[in-house]
C-alpha cells in the first residue's frame, strides 16, 4: 500500500491564488520530499524537509511538517499558470529504506 | 552538467516478448532506482541499485530485474510482457542512497504492450 497519501487529487485555481496539498503517510520517516511532474514527463524535486524540520521554505514555497499527525502541506504562493503539473510527496521509511510517493495531486492554474 | 539519461523513450511490444531500459546517471552518482508510473497505481518503487548492488526491491514480480554497471549505468529489464505492464517507466539517480536526498529523474521510457 501507498505511504503517502495526498489530498485533494486534483485542485483548480485562478491565477494569483495559492495552492495548498497535503499529504499523510504512515510509518517513522527519515524525511519528506515534494515533487513536481509535469504531463508524462520526470519528476523535478521541489524541497525536502527533515523529521526534526516543522517548516520550510523555498521561493514561492512553502512546506510543513508534522510528525505527530504524520503529515505535511505544500502551499504555493500566487500561483502562475507554470505551476500547472502534478505534485506528489514522496517518503522513506526509517525501517525499508525504499522511497513511496503518494497518489499525487493535479493542480491546474488557470490565466 | 548531463541530466540522467533513459533510452528508448518510447516503445511498443506484444504480450510474451521481453524489454531492456537502459538509465545513464548523472556523473558521480551512485544510486540508481526505478519506478513504474500508471493511472491507476500510481508511482511505485521497483527497485535501487547502488555501488553495483541491488540495496531494495518493491513489490513487483521476478519479471522484473535489473543490474547496475561499474560506470553506475543501469538497465531493467521485463520478461515474459503482460498487457498490465504498460506504463512510463522513469529512473533517478542520486549521489548518495535513495531518501537520503535529491532525486534527479529522466524523462522516461513509455512502454506499451500490446
Known amino acids: 500500500s501507498q505511504q503517502g497519501e495526498e489530498d485533494p487529487q486534483a485542485l483548480s485555481i485562478q491565477e494569483g491564488e495559492n495552492a495548498t496539498m497535503n499529504c499523510s503517510y504512515k510509518t517513522s520517516i527519515n524525511n519528506l520530499q515534494w515533487y513536481r511532474q509535469n504531463s508524462g514527463r520526470g519528476l523535478v524535486h521541489l524541497i525536502l524537509i527533515r523529521s526534526n524540520e516543522r517548516e520550510k521554505h523555498s521561493g514561492r514555497l512553502r512546506v510543513t511538517l508534522d510528525t505527530s499527525k504524520k503529515s505535511s502541506s505544500l502551499l504555493i504562493t500566487a500561483s502562475r499558470a507554470a505551476d500547472t503539473a502534478s505534485y506528489f510527496c514522496?517518503?522513506?521509511?526509517?525501517?525499508?529504506?525504499?522511497?513511496?510517493f503518494g497518489q499525487g495531486t493535479t493542480l491546474q492554474v488557470k490565466p | 552538467k548531463a541530466g540522467v539519461t533513459q533510452t528508448p523513450r518510447y516503445l511498443i511490444k506484444t504480450r510474451g516478448q521481453q524489454v531492456t531500459l537502459s538509465c545513464s546517471p548523472i556523473s558521480g552518482h551512485r544510486s540508481v532506482s526505478w519506478y513504474q508510473q500508471t493511472p491507476g497505481q500510481g508511482l511505485q518503487f521497483l527497485f535501487e541499485y547502488f555501488s553495483e548492488t541491488q540495496r531494495n526491491k518493491g513489490n513487483f514480480p521476478g519479471r522484473f530485474s535489473g543490474r547496475q554497471f561499474s560506470n553506475s549505468r543501469s538497465e531493467m529489464n521485463v520478461s515474459t510482457l503482460e498487457l498490465g505492464d504498460s506504463a512510463l517507466y522513469l529512473c533517478?539517480?542520486?549521489?548518495?542512497?535513495?531518501?537520503?536526498?535529491?532525486?534527479?529523474f529522466g524523462e522516461g521510457s513509455r512502454l506499451t504492450v500490446l
Open positions: 533517478a539517480s542520486s549521489y548518495n542512497l535513495i531518501g537520503t536526498g535529491e532525486l534527479f
Open positions: 514522496a517518503t522513506d521509511s526509517s525501517n525499508t529504506g525504499k522511497l513511496i
